[in-house]
């Protein structure tokens, strides 16, 4: 272990009433539904609840302003803490753990072993213990590294907003000066990943590697792919291809050797899911995975992945290795294609167009998607939503920082980048326009991996700016080109000029700091 992390881990677990080391799979479900943290379901998968929290709480997560970290952290997007409020919170966990049972794993995040950052997993509960074996690489035996990290998470540990200057009684804290984590006050797993997801992003960029919110898979002829995108954009499904090798789903680094997964499990979305829709995803729901705020019948024990009543958020959590044809080790050749992936709720960006590089760096930064209606409360129309690099949340430090990494790494290995429409076309979403078939995207992907759109004509988009194939296989050639899906051109116009101005409206939180060629790559009204 990295030797401040261990003097830390060390200390924090100095009089805890009792610790349970490195427990294996079947041990910490045995722990958990003994502990009456959920159930079996008919598979064997460990089915919780998360409590009030369903997903991520991002306004409750706060990164240590110190002197190290004061001018290198992003705080346009990211909270800033006192180390007094660390310590304090940091107190009330080690006076908890002198009461209660404690699970720790050691870990490893990073299958590069030129990028591997250890873990020391310390949890209240054991089902959080087994999420967070399953997501991070767990070998027989830990690289030893100079670096280290230590996640502490107990729910039950909860802040006082008025003393402890947290927004909520929920916290997520993360502490580069002493390498550590604290999560409590929720119960959703995800902040555990997506706290060591900021480190890596936070440590990687530093020495020269993009660190990636994407999903990344392989191809039997090496030739590698990585998929950029927001939450329900297909992120996940795209990637989880039977005819390609899975590296990973969610989190990725790119270094001079190549990609490579930085995690070693999947956290998937499961609402609506069947073994046709899915059926990588739907069977590795099994012994050793996590199922959370999934319904079950209460007699069969089988998931309703339909029942949306906890939230439209299910999801599950399992080690790659449970996607039959996963790549191991977790990593592959430098990317012949990037494609990022929007959902876009207008109707009016194309389903598949390909970028220069510069066109890439503007998307990346704009990480365009849009919400629907119905998605929360208020929101009747779709509405543009940008989120930095896909990942805006995870990212400390300044976002050109990444963007610059992106658009040297397509210059040194001749990548080729394209974007994904994969959300609705024929109008927009609840007036007229439809979701875009998963079979023509899969088949957008298959062209664009195979060479198949290597020598065909392509058209730069009026509004867009971006190049449209003049056909692909196995999509209609109608589609390729927006307008004419819509039986109102005019409606369609005015979608699309909507759209426009907000791409443009929201990239001018970057003049002064980004070049013009790339501020002009852009949609043009």
């Not at 729901?285 to 705020?293: D, S, T, W």
């Amino acid at each position: 272990m990295g030797d401040t992390q261990q003097l830390f881990a060390s200390e924090f677990l100095q009089g805890a009433k009792k610790v349970a080391y490195n427990l294996g799979v079947e041990a910490l479900v045995e722990e958990a539904i003994k502990n009456g943290e959920g159930e079996l379901s008919d598979t064997g998968a460990l089915s919780v609840r998360t409590g009030k929290h369903t997903g991520r709480s991002p306004k409750d997560k706060f990164i240590v302003d110190t002197p190290t970290t004061h001018d290198v952290i992003s705080w346009t997007n990211n909270a800033p803490c006192t180390e007094e409020t660390f310590n304090s919170l940091y107190a009330k966990m080690k006076e908890f753990s002198q009461e209660h049972q404690l699970y720790v794993t050691d870990a490893y995040v990073g299958a590069d072993e030129e990028t591997t950052l250890q873990l020391k997993v310390i949890t209240e509960y054991a089902w959080h213990q087994l999420f967070g074996k399953q997501l991070f690489i767990r070998p027989a035996t830990i690289p030893t590294t100079p670096e280290g990290f230590t996640v502490i998470y107990m729910p039950s540990v909860k802040a006082d907003p008025e003393k402890d200057h947290t927004h909520s009684e929920t916290f997520i804290i993360l502490n580069f000066d002493k390498k550590i984590v604290l999560i409590g006050g929720g119960e959703y797993a995800g902040e555990m990943k997506k706290s060591i997801f900021s480190v890596m992003n936070y440590l990687l960029p530093h020495k020269g590697i993009l660190s990636m919110h994407c999903s990344a898979n392989i191809g039997k002829d090496g030739n590698t792919a990585v998929f950029f995108g927001l939450s329900g954009t297909g992120k996940t499904t795209l990637s989880a291809d039977p005819n390609r090798s899975l590296i990973g789903d969610d989190e990725h680094g790119w270094n001079d050797n190549g990609i490579f997964n930085i995690e070693g499990g999947c956290y998937a979305k499961v609402i609506d899911i069947t073994d046709e829709s899915e059926p990588e995803i739907y069977n590795a729901v099994k012994f050793g995975a996590v199922l959370e705020n999934v319904v079950l019948d209460p007699i069969t024990r089988k998931p309703d992945y339909f029942d949306a009543r906890y939230t439209k958020n299910t999801r599950t959590a399992y080690p790659v290795d449970y996607i039959p044809n996963a790549a191991y080790p977790s990593k592959g050749k430098h990317p012949k294609a990037i494609i990022f992936l929007t959902a876009d709720a207008y109707g009016v960006l194309p389903p598949i167009s390909k970028l220069t590089k510069e066109e890439a760096m503007y998307h990346f930064l704009s990480g365009y998607t849009s919400k629907v209606a119905g998605t929360e409360r208020g929101v009747t129309e779709p509405q543009p939503t940008f989120s930095i690099g896909f990942g805006e949340p995870f990212l400390p430090l300044p976002p050109l920082q990444y963007a610059r990494l992106l658009g040297k790494k397509i210059d040194q290995y001749g990548t080729k980048v394209y974007l994904l429409n994969t959300g609705w076309t024929g109008g927009q979403c609840g007036q007229g326009g439809h979701r875009m078939k998963l079979s023509y995207t899969r088949a957008m992907v298959t062209a664009i991996l195979d060479g198949a759109l290597d020598n065909v004509e392509w058209v730069q988009d009026p509004l867009f700016k971006v190049y449209i194939p003049s056909t692909c296989p196995n999509v209609p050639a109608d589609i390729l080109q927006p307008v004419n899906t819509w039986s109102d051109k005019e409606a369609y116009k005015l979608q699309a000029l909507k759209l426009v101005k907000a791409f443009q409206q929201n990239v001018k939180k970057f003049e002064g700091e980004m070049s013009e060629d790339i501020l002009n790559a852009g949609p043009q009204a």
